[in-house]
């Protein structure tokens, strides 16, 4: 069971005309400037990509791969002075087949984190097999996507907290992260 998030032309923006606040948010260079990875692995591989596209036709792209269970995960953190921000990026979500027992997600999660770190909420723009048991609630706000091909996304920051997380307080937001998370849940 193989699970990529790929993910290109990233970009987290202040409004309009500011400056991305992303470091390396197109991926021009190596992963390590400005991102992290992390690898949750109970069993199968796992593997980073930076590519020139991926096959999106523009720019650098990044991807994070694991096969069976658990996690890998591509992210980094921005501080940031309120929720009007806007965010857009493109990203090719796919996963290869499943089970009730052994469940893919490719997603991009951007998650709401206070001063400390601590999350205080999540959108998931997520692929999933028909097995995957995530559900939303007031704080994790799931899109799902259903497309294996690359797709343009958009997200006004405070408008999302507004509508659909409901038990996010947006004043408490003190940074943003954002997430490249290949998910499997069984073997």
Known sequence: MRISAAVGMLALLAGSGMANLLVNGDFEQPMEVGWKDTVYS?????????SDTFGSGTGYAMKARKYLAKFASVRQAVAVTGTDLDLSF????????GSSTCWPVAAVFVRYLDAAGAELGATCYNNHSPYSTWTGNDTLHLVEVTSYDWNRYQLHVGQELSTNLPGVNGAAVAQVMVDMFAFNNGT
């Open 42 to 50: 109970m069993a199968g591989d796992y593997r980073f990509e930076r």
């Open 90 to 97: 493109d990203a090719r979500l796919v996963w290869g087949s």
